[in-house]
């Protein structure tokens, strides 16, 4: 079954150093996202990217994040300058986006997620 | 606004029967799902409504209202391992983004 995968799987990093998170897709979906989720708190919009340029984002996603899709697999998610308030786990995913069906169109498939820690 | 509310956490005996109810209020609604998130895991697709009704799927189905806002998950003839947190999520806009809840934690015990 294809699935999302993403690396590292954890990362610790110093506050105010950058980091970059990798995804790959699956490699037929159209739509890439990046969620956010803080220990034992709900899941959390970031990004989503459509036709190589952001198509929606959240007020987490300030300038201090940016994403980018460098080649034709790979859905990098950078954090330019590290907080402490940036510790959590972040999940990549993929959809088919179309439109309203029974097809599984638009169901996010999700990686295992990269947790981030920031001291 | 957007809403999205579910119970914090709710507790079943094993081989019962348990409904999660998730209310919404949100513009642009394309369809609502449900995803299941064991700790420390990825969220994993259980079911997607967009129209009124019951969409069964073995021991899953999944209830939509549009006109209520509101929909439910039934899990029937519970395992151990269905312990879990229980994500409600609405579809919206022409960007199709998805609105999270912040899910059910679902206890079984023996």
């Known amino acids: 079954e294809p699935e999302v995968t993403q690396t590292p799987s954890h990362q610790v990093t110093q506050m105010g150093q950058e980091v970059i998170l990798r995804c790959v897709p699956i490699s037929n979906h159209l739509y890439f996202y990046w969620y956010r989720q803080i220990l034992g708190q709900k899941v959390e919009f970031l990004v989503s990217f459509y036709n190589n340029e952001i198509s929606e984002k959240s007020e987490i996603f300030d300038d201090q994040f940016s994403v980018e899709r460098p080649d034709g697999s790979n859905f990098t998610l950078k954090i330019r300058s590290t907080k402490l308030e940036d510790s959590a786990m972040y999940f990549c995913?993929?959809?088919?986006?179309?439109?309203?069906?029974?097809?599984?169109?638009?169901?996010?498939?999700f990686g295992a997620g990269s947790r981030l820690t920031v001291l | 606004g957007q809403n999205i509310d579910q119970p914090t956490e709710m507790t079943a005996t094993e081989g019962a029967i348990v409904q999660i109810n998730c209310t919404y209020q949100t513009s642009g609604f394309n369809g609502l799902f449900w995803y299941q998130q064991h700790a420390g895991e990825a969220p994993t697709f259980l079911s997607y409504?967009?129209l009124d009704g019951l969409e069964e799927k073995g021991r899953f189905s999944s209830f939509l209202s549009r006109s209520k806002g509101y929909s439910y998950l039934l899990l029937k003839e519970l395992q151990m391992k269905d312990s879990a947190s229980y994500l409600c999520?609405?579809?919206?806009?022409?960007?199709?983004?998805?609105?999270w809840g912040a899910g059910t934690k679902l206890i079984i015990k023996p």
């Open positions: 999520a609405v579809s919206r806009g022409s960007n199709y983004q998805l609105i």
């Open positions: 995913a993929s959809s088919l986006p179309g439109q309203v069906s029974f097809s599984g169109a638009n169901v996010l498939t």
């Open positions: 409504n967009v």
